[in-house]
């Protein structure tokens, strides 16, 4: 799956979680609810949420909103699949940590503002 052209980057014990969450619905339900529980810093500093962050990057080492290689980080379009994300890469976003601040800031603005200055997608 996933791994195969990066499996020398990522401990065995994750590449066994994946395979599980891919493959045995209960484990991922499982999975899912302990996570709906934690609170999103918390989430976000476990091995598992790094690894992912680790993946999203190498198979998008650059900014997607202005090209930049360095400062990356991962950003969260929306949480539906909180926990899982490793299985939906496309509700992530790889951004450099100076676009990843404007998008929060935006967040915080009214939102009829907000809607005239967003970004295109
Ligand atoms: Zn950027
Ligand atoms: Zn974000």
Request: glycine fraction near 2%; aromatic fraction near 10%; proline fraction near 7%.
């Amino acid at each position: 799956m996933l791994f195969t052209v990066f499996a020398d980057l990522f401990p065995k014990s994750f590449q066994d979680h994946v395979s599980r969450l891919e493959a045995d619905t209960q484990y991922r339900t499982d999975f899912q609810a302990e996570v709906a529980n934690m609170p999103l810093d918390i989430w976000e500093n476990t091995p598992k949420w790094k690894l992912t962050a680790k993946f999203r990057k190498l198979t998008h080492p650059a900014c997607e909103r202005c090209g930049r290689t360095q400062a990356l980080e991962v950003h969260h379009k929306h949480y539906r699949h909180k926990g899982i994300e490793v299985l939906h890469p496309e509700d992530l976003e790889v951004v450099c940590d100076v676009c990843h601040r404007g998008i929060h800031q935006l967040e915080l603005w009214p939102s009829p503002m907000r809607q005239r200055l967003a970004f295109p997608q």
